[in-house]
Structures are given as C-alpha cells and as structure tokens.
Nanobody, 123 residues
Framework: QMQLVEFGGGSVQTGGSLRLSCGASGRAISSYNMGWFRQAPGKEREFVAAISWSGDTTYYADSTKGRFTISRDNAKRTVYLQMNSLKPEDTAVYYC????????????????WGQGTQVTVSS
C-alpha cells in the first residue's frame, strides 16, 4: 500500500503563487507516474498535471499549462506542484495520486490518492 499526504494549500489573491507537496509512505513512488487532480464544489475531479516515474516527461491540462509546474524528488518520495499566476477558477481541493494503468489523464487510472489540500484564490 501507498499513503499519500498533500501539504501547502492555503488562500492567496489572484496572481499569487503556492507550492503544493505530496509525500509518500509505504511504497516508494519511484516506480509510479504521479499526478495532481483538483475538485471544485459541485464539479467532477479533473486532471491538473502529471509526471513520469523518471521525471523526464510532464503532462498538463490546457488550463494549467504555462502556469503550473510539476516536479518530483524520488529520493525524498515527494511530488511537487508549483502554481503561479493563480486565478479564482483554480480554487479547489487538490489531490495527488499514483498512476497504475491506463490514461494519465483519467482518475480511474490512479489507485492511490491523498486526502487533498484546499487551495482558495480570491479576486
């Protein structure tokens, strides 16, 4: 089993930045592609970004490309999401997850999930 815990959420104003961290225990993350998703009230959970197990390849949603950066440190068992130029529509609970099979963009492809961290962006 793998346990994931997200840190770093909070409240910021439009244009601000936050850095989310996701720490893993149990299984090492080094064999897994890792992803970040978010869920706003009344909406489905949506893909934000993902990174290959080696860190060589990254994937972004159109809405986050150019503003968010995903990275990882396998030795520290940690995945990061640097979020810049935040907008009110980025407000959501952010989840990290470990990808096990299937499309990197779909929630069903991830078996291990953190509990989420709230990000609130005010205008």
């Amino acid at each position: 089993q793998m346990q994931l815990v997200e840190f770093g959420g909070g409240s910021v104003q439009t244009g601000g930045s936050l850095r989310l961290s996701c720490g893993a225990s149990g299984r090492a993350i080094s064999s897994y592609n890792m992803g970040w998703f978010r869920q706003a009230p009344g909406k489905e959970r949506e893909f934000v970004a993902a990174i290959s197990w080696s860190g060589d390849t990254t994937y972004y949603a159109d809405s986050t490309k150019g503003r968010f950066t995903i990275s990882r440190d396998n030795a520290k068992r940690t995945v990061y999401l640097q979020m810049n130029s935040l907008k009110p529509e980025d407000t959501a609970v952010y989840y990290c997850a470990a990808h096990t099979a299937g499309s990197i963009y779909h929630t069903v492809s991830y078996n291990y999930w953190g509990q989420g961290t709230q990000v609130t962006v005010s205008s």
